[in-house]
């Protein structure tokens, strides 16, 4: 039997469910590694993928006889295979956060479901502690960044743009990666006041500041780095907010531990830059896993417990609008006593 199918049925009989229909794709290809498009429903006996006909072949080639998955075709499926599905099932679960009113009701009445249940995100919840395996592939993904990043760094050249720093990340990615975790920030100079900023056609200048926030994927597991660079030596106020950015970058890290309060270590952050000045003005990290920003997410509002093999983001920073902006980001590997980073490339004053 696969695991984390075995582990969904364990969790769905404590919760009373004899039933489950799951549609969101990430959660799909998390217990199946079926990537294709369709649904996954657990009935009592069986597990079915339901998938388009343009699929069927690429499903059976991912799937073995140990994930004991039936696969049907779409067009071959009718009206009364629908009703019997969950025909003995008094509870059936569904994924509140992702289905669509409409599509709750059509599930209703084309499975002819009794009492359709909330499921209060338990994939999602399980998703947040990786195996061994999730483990190797994020892994792998932190080390084609740090090796992107070093690339990038003799790349870079005054009167280059945004831009074009940007697809030069991107095709470093396409080459040694599956492609990118989102899409790629560049930043230069009043631009990296803004967190999300876009790439432009700004051209990089001496004595610019720059903020590049980059990622890949591997196998569908993401990676996640933030660095701060200089072109020539920094200002005196730019060292300043680095200097702080950095110090609370690395308290953080040092708090990062089975059974931190995510809350406490977001609050303490917050305390020292508003000692300075300044506000944290997103959250600290976020989890990292097959999505880029998935659960658990740590901020001040927030009371989620890290707990040993998450993979979080550790991810201060200060921005001063039309002037510039630090942002200094790891990923990280929670563990009983601490945390090992992820991402390892040089954080100390980066100067091109």
């Excluded at 049925?9 to 294709?36: C, F």
């Excluded at 499975?111 to 909330?118: C, G, L, P, Q, S």
């Excluded at 050249?157 to 831009?163: A, Q, R």
């Excluded at 590049?212 to 569908?220: A, L, Q, R």
Aim: proline residues 3%.
């Amino acid at each position: 039997m696969n695991l984390k199918l075995q582990w969904l049925r364990n969790k769905m009989s404590s919760l009373n469910l004899q039933g489950m229909i799951i549609s969101n794709p990430i959660n799909i290809k998390y217990l199946t590694n079926i990537e294709a498009e369709g649904t996954l429903l657990i009935t009592p006996k069986e597990n079915i993928y339901i998938t388009d006909g343009r699929y069927v072949e690429e499903v059976h080639s991912i799937l073995t006889l140990f994930d004991e998955i039936i696969v049907y075709d779409l067009k071959d499926i009718s009206k009364e295979d629908y009703e019997n599905v969950f025909s003995y099932c008094e509870n059936v679960g569904f994924e509140e956060n992702y289905i669509t009113y409409s599509t709750y009701k059509e599930c209703i009445r084309k499975y002819r479901i009794n009492n359709f249940v909330e499921t209060e995100d338990i994939i999602e919840k399980q998703r947040m502690i990786k195996d061994d395996e999730e483990l190797q592939k994020i892994i792998k993904a932190c080390e084609i960044t740090d090796k992107c990043f070093s690339y990038i760094l003799e790349f870079i050249k005054p009167g280059m743009t945004e831009k074009q720093i940007a697809r030069e990340i991107e095709e470093y990615y396409r080459k040694r990666a599956d492609g990118l975790s989102f899409e790629t920030i560049v930043a230069s100079g009043e631009n990296t006041s803004k967190p999300h900023a876009v790439p432009t056609d700004r051209q990089i200048k001496e004595k610019d500041i720059i903020t590049i926030d980059m990622g890949c994927k591997v196998d569908g597991y993401c990676s996640d780095m933030t660095r701060t660079i200089f072109v020539g030596e920094p200002t005196e106020q730019m060292k300043k907010i680095y200097d702080l950015v950095l110090k609370n970058q690395e308290i953080a890290l040092q708090e990062y531990k089975d059974g931190a309060n995510a809350r406490q270590i977001t609050k303490m952050i917050e305390s020292d830059f508003k000692i300075n000045d300044f506000n944290l003005i997103h959250a600290l990290g976020h989890g990292v896993g097959l999505e880029i920003h998935e659960a658990p997410f740590i901020n001040s509002k927030n009371e989620a417990v890290l707990k040993e093999n998450m993979v979080v983001t550790d991810e201060p920073g200060i921005y001063i609008p039309g002037k510039f902006g630090v942002r200094i980001e790891d990923t990280v590997h929670i563990t009983k006593n601490g945390c090992i980073k992820l991402t390892n490339s040089e954080k100390n004053y980066i100067i091109i």
